[in-house]
T-cell receptor, first 111, second 109 residues
Framework: DAGVIQSPRHEVTEMGQEVTLRCKPI?????LFWYRQTMMRGLELLIY????????DSGMPEDRFSAKMPNASFSTLKIQPSEPRDSAVYFC?????????FGPGTRLLVL | GQQLNQSPQSMFIQEGEDVSMNCTSS?????WLWYKQDPGEGPVLLIA?????ELTSNGRLTAQFGTTRKDSFLNISASIPSDVGIYFC?????????FGAGTTVTVRA
């Protein structure tokens, strides 16, 4: 079975550039989550979608961050403009019930 | 979400030894999850527990859902080098997962 797919796996960009992270959830899962992981703060929930609808975006740091889920098989997390403090590993996870399955993550470095 | 108390924070073990770690919470959970994260990868689900008192095995891994529903334990038997990584416990509260801080396991060959 294909798990959660994320792309790119690594992204290096310069401050001020737009960054788009992509996620394909596990087929049949109706919940999708975006997380950010740093050494200092651990795993933080950024946004939660249920049936393609954003339910909780209280974890989105600021207006520079936006997420969309145009259909059940695709979601994007966009950072515009990016800043060095956005450097982290970003994970997408999907779930059918309460058990979440994580993707391999996108390691983002903003110079 | 609320923080789960996971211990130990880190451990160095000899290959072949058994490993134990636990997770406690001040609140009740109806599900306990154990994940392992390898360097450069995402957390991978190891074991899911859905019933108080449940004892579940997955190969050399055994996890238990505490009867109070406020704790869970993970044991690894006969550790091998590929057991290196960070182990996280997690408990869902509706859609939000609360995570432990992780137990970093390093195996000495």
């Amino acid at each position: 079975d294909a798990g959660v797919i994320q792309s790119p796996r690594h992204e290096v960009t310069e401050m001020g550039q737009e960054v788009t992270l992509r996620c394909k959830p596990i087929s049949g899962h109706n919940s999708l989550f975006w997380y950010r992981q740093t050494m200092m703060r651990g795993l933080e929930l950024l946004i939660y979608f249920n049936n393609n609808v954003p339910i909780d975006d209280s974890g989105m740091p600021e207006d520079r961050f936006s997420a969309k889920m145009p259909n059940a098989s695709f979601s994007t997390l966009k950072i515009q403009p990016s800043e060095p403090r956005d450097s982290a590993v970003y994970f997408c996870a999907s779930a059918l019930k309460e058990t979440q399955y994580f993707g391999p993550g996108t390691r983002l470095l903003v110079l | 979400g609320q923080q789960l108390n996971q211990s130990p924070q880190s451990m160095f073990i000899q290959e072949g030894e058994d490993v134990s770690m636990n997770c406690t919470s001040s609140s009740i959970f109806n599900t306990w999850l154990w994940y392992k994260q390898d360097p450069g990868e995402g957390p991978v689900l190891l074991i899911a527990l859905y019933k108080a008192g449940e004892l579940t095995s997955n190969g050399r891994l055994t996890a238990q859902f505490g009867t109070t529903r406020k704790d869970s334990f993970l044991n690894i038997s006969a550790s091998i080098p590929s057991d290196v990584g960070i182990y996280f416990c997690a408990g869902p509260n509706d859609y939000k997962l609360s995570f432990g801080a992780g137990t970093t396991v390093t195996v000495r060959a």
